[in-house]
């Protein structure tokens, strides 16, 4: 069977790519990080995989990877801007010069995979229930959000759930999304593969608290509480030190409230970077800070790269991070301030064993969300409802090579 994926994020031509094509894979970038490898992984379970969604020349390249996966086909259509007002406002001249093309090959898939709620991923889904095509669909945004727009998607997405339109809604928890359609299931994306946890648990040296943050668009509440409990934490942690990986407008602000609070050589702002540099800097901190006003894709993925990389963790009280990290592998923050951030960073770092006893959590959380359990629990969905994908497909190997570097 032929997977037709339309996606909203931008690609560009790499002659190093085994599909002639790149994306980034960096929580940093505005465009969804985690998708490349997710469809790499999805690949897996069909004959062959075409991507359709927008191309263009690249700002930078920064976190870029090779578009991969089984059988991989990349079909560009024109760039689209990445604001969804201004995207919906010009869609009608985009749709003159790349509707054929759309209409072209969602006609010809056996199934279509369509990602909302973005304007090309909305479009998609409607042409796919056109042609009463096999549709697969996931909200990247949170489900209970509330703007007017989401809640007309969210409502389409109630009424088109079940039989053969698989939909999928992001997070966890005991109920189902929906109580007007128990078809549609919760799912919890992910990035990294089982061959990325780390081997085993880690350890804490004394004095030390490396901190670490990851999100798209920096978080200025976020940030800002973390950079004034600094010094807070420097009476008992002499080499304190705080990582910040994103980008967006809050950036400029940090850096002058870090260089205003005499902070400058304690933080380090990395900006945009790519999957595999977020696992290096995951890698060698001592602790993760997940503490978000608005949960988005981004945090959510850098949420399970912090446990699969064995880090405890510090959040705050949204809806993925508790239900990823469960109980035991961190502080579920309480009250945002300096001194309650202070003492909950003290409470995981201060006692060794503790730490440790985190650590190993965190890893046995991160194998329930690995990729290829992702996929396990796609393959599961869609079997129920389509049939089986593949009669050879009963050990389907492990995901390969995922985020290999263009």
Known sequence: MQLTVVWHKLCWPCTHSPTGFAARACLGDPGFGGLPLQVEALSQLFDATRIVGPCSGPEDRAGEIAIAGKNVTVVPLTWLPRSPWLTWLVLPLWLVRNGLTLTREISGAGAVFALVPSPIGVLGLLLTLAFRKRLLTRQLNHWSDTRPLWRLERALLERIGGGRNVVFATGDADAPPSSRNPAIRWI???????????????????????LVMVGRELDIQAVSL???????LGRDFPLVRLEVVGTGAALPRLKLLASQLGLVHLVTFHGLVGHDRVLELLDRADLFCSLPVFEDEASRQAVHEALACGLPMVTTGTSIPPVLMGRRCGILLRERTPQAFTAAVKACLSNP????????????RARGYSLERWREEIRTALEQAWGPLKPELEGVAPVPGIGAAC
């Open 226 to 232: 973390a950079l004034r409990a600094l010094p807070l």
């Open 188 to 210: 919890i994306s992910t990035t990294v593969s089982e061959g990325q946890l780390a081997a085993r648990a880690r350890a804490v040296p004394p004095g030390h608290a490396r």
């Open 353 to 364: 064993e503790g730490h440790r006893r985190m650590s190993t959590e965190a890893l046995r």
